[in-house]
């Protein structure tokens, strides 16, 4: 079946840029998204990539995908203490939002 | 402001008892979820409904249920055939259009305990 797969946790120092890494085994993916959940808060969508797209940015955000290695990345250049919080990466094969299938997750701290 | 309201915050159960949490959306979005979230994983579905007073199985309904009696509204009980409910619940609705990228919004949570 699908699966999506983060690792739990990643440290980086402020004003440094933080790389999270997620793989996803289902190549009939036709979205894939970034969500963002601060403490004791629900997710807020970051951003999100067709998967007819290599790459999308937006602002500090930069998202690669590589549909051959079925591996995506988020960058997030000049990292600040805001930006620390769990981060998810998620994945549907249609565009229907109860397919969607979501990682564990990457805990991201910022050390100063 | 359009959102997601779901209560309480914080809900405690004792063994044998059913609870019930709220989420309310004032975004007029048809479809609306409930996922399970624990430590370490990731949110895992427990029902969903994409239109009034019609609802799905999700990969973890046992021991939940819902109703869909008004657009607004999206109740899910806890019964006490959930033998593992300690968890943190997130309810979200999207938007419903056939081949459109459904975005989902979330709730600010309940974190539900066992006494």
């Known amino acids: 079946g699908e699966d999506v797969e983060q690792s739990l946790f990643l440290s980086v120092r402020e004003g440094d840029s933080s790389v999270i890494n997620c793989t996803y085994t289902d190549s009939s993916s036709t979205y894939l998204y970034w969500y963002k959940q601060e403490p004791g808060a629900g997710l807020q969508l970051l951003t999100y990539i067709f998967s007819n797209m290599d790459m999308k940015q937006d602002q500090r955000l930069t998202v690669l995908l590589n549909k051959k290695d079925k591996h995506l990345s988020l960058r997030i250049a000049d990292t600040q203490t805001g930006d620390s919080a769990i981060y998810f990466c998620?994945?549907?094969?249609?565009?229907?939002?109860?397919?969607?299938?979501f990682g564990s997750g990457t805990r991201l701290s910022i050390r100063p | 402001d359009g959102g997601i309201t779901q209560s309480p915050k914080y809900l405690f159960r004792k063994e044998g008892q059913n609870v019930t949490l709220s989420c309310e959306q004032n975004?007029?979005?048809?479809?609306m979820y409930w996922y399970r979230q624990d430590p370490g994983q990731g949110l895992r579905l427990i029902y969903y409904s994409q239109i009034v007073n019609d609802f799905q199985k999700g990969d973890i309904a046992e021991g939940y249920s819902v109703s869909r009696e008004k657009k607004e509204s999206f109740p899910l009980t806890v019964t006490s055939a959930q033998k593992n409910p300690t968890a943190f619940y997130l309810c979200?609705?999207?938007?419903?259009?056939?081949?459109?990228?459904?975005?989902?919004?979330f709730g600010s949570g309940t974190q539900l305990s066992v006494l």
């Open positions: 979200a609705s999207s938007t419903r259009a056939t081949g459109v990228n459904e975005k989902l919004f």
């Open positions: 998620a994945e549907t094969v249609d565009s229907s939002a109860s397919k969607i299938i």
């Open positions: 975004l007029n979005h048809d479809a």
